[in-house]
């Protein structure tokens, strides 16, 4: 009886009410249509064409110019070039970004406020600058000259000053992603690790870690997919020697810049390429673990 | 396991959130940490776990100093309150941590830890459910589960923040009178912390009143609620009516009325008693008179308020037959009472 109380007023309502009730926070269909309309204008034109137009150029020539122009030397030495720096700075910036993360979101310490805004400098330092500064620090004038004749390591113009300069480009991206999530999170659970006898290593890898899988995946695919499109940066530092310190963005500039045009698109196409593989294995992640992801907190961002 | 607590303090950048306790808890026992927020109890509470670390004092388990010890070191059974379950370990991965993490020398087989996590559900009363993931579960398996897991690492000490405290009423009971089988069964030594009286009360063996950060008194529910140490305690733990009352010659007079008699030296006094310690006085004889200004049912009794010219609202708690109703003229007569300081009275009816 009870039960038949509390539904029979609802039920009135609904059949009282002779059009289909909408929710409250959405609009009505002329509004829905324009602002989508709008939005896909907007993405077709500066996400879609440009995309479209690489792949267009790229395959102008056909087939076997677009391979000719992947496998020749240059590209090559460009495309192994660039899978090392990435392979390098990537592991490195997710060390430190780790590291940084867990320093400012689990504990306390005097600084930290300056230490959060040092990780957001590359992103508000225009790279060319990012670039400037390592030839400024090891170049022929450096202050670091002393050390680099000294121990007789190429830095500017070599792949080390081109790490460096990724590194600096691309530092902020895992411990942006991490760092939010870490604070949200905070220490309940290594408490609770250390409180039935883990220690700070069995704590870090079996608590603190899992915990930010997914984020940390996440902030490792965006900081590959910037340390291997970086160009300005690099551009300052590399100086641009073909075949030996030129990555994939520096040589599809020189390719563009002797009209090669075919050819530099067809490099292109990597990088895009690249960006596809990144956004597909994200959303492959997501789809997959997407009951994860929720209840680690990445859903909520 | 005895614990002995001695002169402990704790300050938080210049705040003192306990100060000099000291408190003995003895093996085997079940005892309710008991304040309001800010109180002091949950950091007593975890600087027995070593979760923190104290400013001043010691805190020995047994015959053994325990201060300067790590938590992992101190072997607790630590239930958090929003439990913090490892959510990407299954039921099972959740007990069985606290074993897989010993040192390879002490830890049991894999097969071993599987065997003791199934065991623990089965005596938390969730067979079956090793394989499940915790957000899966109910608020009331969690608590079970981390429960189970603390108990896991046969801990020498059993310690819960808040362990009912987010959970719906009716689940609380039924988690409440579990607990308190669960540990007459396994007769751990347990503290845990809540802000509820009730709930401290009902399943405490003693119960530790605090209020900033310090212990205002000791003892078991019947010592808390008729020999209440403070007028805190008094006021905390139940609703209460303050009158101010002279003492002289050994009556208790309220406003030139005598309400009884004490053994008490001469002075002004603040009385407290309770809504349900008043009784209504016939029409002309002596008591606290006023004019009803609200009456409501409330279970099996009336809950009728009057107020008074002087003294502002006195709540009553009368059988449900009870007459009075808005706007008549009646008087009230405490049956039961505690007197205290009139300073420390007022103190209670400021805050």
């Known amino acids: ?301 | 396991m005895d614990i002995s607590v001695r002169h402990l303090a704790k300050e938080f950048d210049g705040f003192r959130a306990l100060n000099d306790v000291s408190l003995d808890i003895r093996s085997g026992e079940l005892i309710a940490l008991l304040g309001p927020s800010g109180s002091g109890k949950t950091t007593l509470l975890r600087l027995i776990a070593g979760l923190e670390f104290p400013s001043g004092g010691t805190i020995r388990f047994g015959q053994e100093d325990a201060s300067a010890k790590s938590v992992q070191e101190r072997n607790v059974g630590f239930v958090f309150q929003h439990y913090a379950l490892f959510k990407h370990m299954s039921v099972a991965d959740n007990i069985g941590f606290g074993l897989s993490v010993r040192p390879r020398g002490t830890r049991p087989s894999r097969a071993e830890i599987r065997r003791r996590a199934e065991e623990l559900l089965e005596l938390v009363q969730l067979p079956g459910l090793g394989q499940r993931y915790p957000a899966q579960l109910s608020g009331g398996q969690r608590q079970r589960v981390a429960l189970a897991r603390a108990l896991a690492i046969e801990p020498r000490v059993l310690l819960l923040d808040e362990p009912f405290g987010a959970l719906d009423a009716k689940v609380r009971r039924e988690l409440r009178r579990w607990l308190r089988e669960l540990h007459d069964r396994t007769g751990h030594t347990t503290v845990f912390v809540t802000h509820d009286q009730d709930e401290a009360l009902e399943l405490a063996d003693r119960v530790v009143v605090m209020s900033q950060g310090r212990i205002e008194q000791v003892g078991s529910a019947a010592d808390i609620h008729d020999r209440p140490a403070s007028p805190f305690v008094f006021s905390f733990v139940g609703s209460s009516n303050i009158l101010p009352v002279e003492v002289r010659g050994g009556e208790i007079a309220y406003r030139g009325t005598v309400l009884g008699r004490t053994p008490d030296a001469d002075g002004p006094r603040s009385l407290f008693v309770r809504p349900y310690d008043l009784e209504l006085v016939p029409d002309g004889a002596p008591g606290i008179g006023g004019t009803v200004s609200l009456a409501r049912r409330s279970g099996g009794s009336r809950i009728i308020e009057i107020d008074t010219p002087e003294d502002g609202r006195i709540e009553l708690e009368l059988p449900a037959d009870a007459p009075g109703s808005v706007g008549d003229r009646i008087a009230v007569r405490p049956r039961r009472w505690h007197l205290f300081e009139a300073a420390a009275g007022a103190r209670v009816t400021g805050g």
Not at chain 1, 55 to 77: I, K, Q, T
């Open chain 1, 1 to 301: 009886m009870a039960l038949e109380a509390v539904h029979m007023p609802a039920a009135d309502a609904t059949s009282a009410a002779p059009r289909a009730p909408r929710p409250v926070t959405t609009e009505g269909p002329l509004v829905k249509w324009l602002l989508t309309a709008v939005a896909l204008a907007f993405l077709a034109f500066f996400l879609f064409l440009p995309l479209v137009a690489v792949f267009a150029e790229a395959f102008r020539n056909g087939l076997d110019a677009y391979f000719a122009a992947l496998v020749e030397p240059d590209a090559l030495a460009a495309i192994r070039l660039t899978l090392i720096v990435a392979a390098i700075s990537v592991p490195l910036n997710l060390v430190f970004g780790l590291a940084a993360a867990w320093a400012i979101a689990k504990h306390d310490f005097k600084g930290k406020s300056l230490l959060l805004t040092l990780i957001d400098l590359p992103f508000s330092v225009s790279p060319v600058i990012a670039g400037l500064v390592f030839v400024l620090l090891f170049g022929a004038q450096g202050y670091f000259q002393p050390l680099v004749a000294w121990t007789g390591l190429k830095i500017v113009f070599a792949i080390p000053g081109i790490v460096l300069a990724t590194v600096f480009v691309t530092l902020p991206f895992v411990a942006r992603e991490l760092i939010p999530l870490m604070q949200e999170q905070g220490t309940g659970d290594e408490e609770a690790a250390v409180s039935l006898g883990a220690n700070g290593w069995q704590t870090f890898w079996r608590v603190t870690l899992p915990n930010v899988k997914w984020a940390l995946l996440y902030g490792v695919l965006l900081c590959n997919a910037r340390a291997m499109g970086e160009f300005g940066a690099v551009s300052v530092i590399s100086g641009k020697i073909r075949g030996f310190t030129n990555t994939m963005p520096l040589q599809i500039e020189i390719l563009y810049n002797e009209y090669a045009f075919s050819a530099a698109f067809a490099v292109s196409t990597l990088l895009a390429g690249l960006a596809f593989v990144t956004l597909g294995i994200k959303a492959v992640l997501e789809a997959r673990y997407a009951g994860d992801i929720a209840a680690t907190g990445r859903g909520r961002h």
